[in-house]
């Protein structure tokens, strides 16, 4: 084994390790000796490595430490020079095209979700303009992944029209071409998918699987038709789609995935999709289902996604929008004062958590936490960010 993937592998492992003893505790944990010094190490060995598939490998496996570590800022670096070295050796080392590209046409993503990347447009793994017809779930996925990044990009783009100085002006020729072009593959993928036999379907394609691609793709519809939008009112349309969603994740809950808790996973699972439904769906019971899902199916750490942070934005936002109170499980106790969709001057348009914890006193108790943003809108119809403590729930 190359010096570099073995010191970055003990790095991983140890690291691991101290997330599953500690796992009852929020908090990241702070660096130890061992960790420092053999990811030290794989740095030191990386500078004079010269096969370029295997600096691809030892870049997965520091993007994996950094998850661990929860530093955003160098998990998405280590992503994006992946990304610019994949490029170059793809041709010429097949199996890293097979096997390494599909991981970083799903890393490349994570810059616009935490905006911490110094470029004004972060590294995309090739994006594709037509759909194929699918021989294989892997080939559905593939292609997913990369309608997702295109539309990631594109909700990102709009967010000066939907919360920024933008609002309410024209929205540009480009980004409505390119708005047309992610729902017509958006159409195209779902027409190749249903076509796709279902004996291929039904070989080695699990129920969670399954509902996950179905999950994302529904996720990517609502992305796309809401990217320029400002009113909140909007994603009134989508209650459809919404349920819909929830009732995939808790045909995923009803089985027995989630049973065992989950520590952390390299891949984005459940909690950032059910985030977003229990952020936009203005359905009290609809959210409040997705809500408690997100607990069920989400492990403790999703790369840079944490459970008890999200958690406790989610659990927050609802409580803001419907005037109630939610317990620690996310339950609601007495009368909401808003029950049916709440009005849109109580509506939340964005929401951001600062990447490091702290500890507040709230009730005379010290909690472990995270500053929440919640940016709403004024009777003058601006927008402001209302700044609250979000304690992390008592079972975090």
Known sequence: MEPAVRHSVIAVSSLYERAYRHREMASLLPDDNLVLSQYNAAIHCLKVMENESLVLLVCILFVCIEFLRGNRAAATEHGQHGISILRRVEETFPWAKEYLSPIFRRLSVLPFFFAVVDRLQPNLLSLDDTIPPFLTVSDAQFYLDGIISRTVRLIRRGDVYRIGYMRHK???????????????????????????????????????????????????????????????????????????????????????????????????????????????????????????????????????????????????????????????????????????????????????????????MVDGVEKMGRLGGFFMRTVDDDIYVRSEFLPQPCWG
């Not at 076509?195 to 179905?214: D, I, T, W, Y």
């Not at 994603?235 to 009732?247: H, K, Q």
């Not at 996604?305 to 499980?329: C, N, P, Q, Y």
Request: aromatic share 10%; proline share 5%; charged share 25%.
């Open 170 to 360: 024209t929205v540009s020729p480009d980004l409505i071409a390119e708005q047309d072009l992610t729902r017509m593959l958006l159409d195209k993928w779902q027409s190749s998918f249903v076509q796709l036999e279902p004996k291929v379907l039904n070989s080695g394609f699990s129920l969670v699987h399954r509902c996950n691609m179905a999950i994302r793709y529904q996720i990517c519809r609502v992305w796309v038709e809401t990217a320029f939008e400002s009113r909140q009112t909007a994603y009134d349309e989508y209650l459809g789609i919404f349920r819909s969603v929830v009732d995939s994740a808790a045909a995923v809950g009803a089985s027995d995935y989630g049973a065992k808790p989950v520590i952390f996973t390299f891949e984005m699972g459940f909690i950032p999709l059910l985030y977003f439904v229990t952020m936009k769906c203005r359905c009290l019971e609809t959210r409040l289902r997705a809500l408690s899902l997100m607990r069920r199916l989400g492990a403790v750490r999703e790369n840079l996604w944490e459970m008890v942070t999200m958690f406790a934005s989610a659990k927050r936002i609802v409580e803001i929008e419907h005037g109630a109170i939610l317990t620690d499980d996310g339950q609601l106790t007495g009368e909401a004062s808003y029950p049916g969709l709440p009005p849109d001057k109580m509506r939340i348009h964005d929401a951001a958590t600062e990447p490091q914890p702290l500890v507040q």
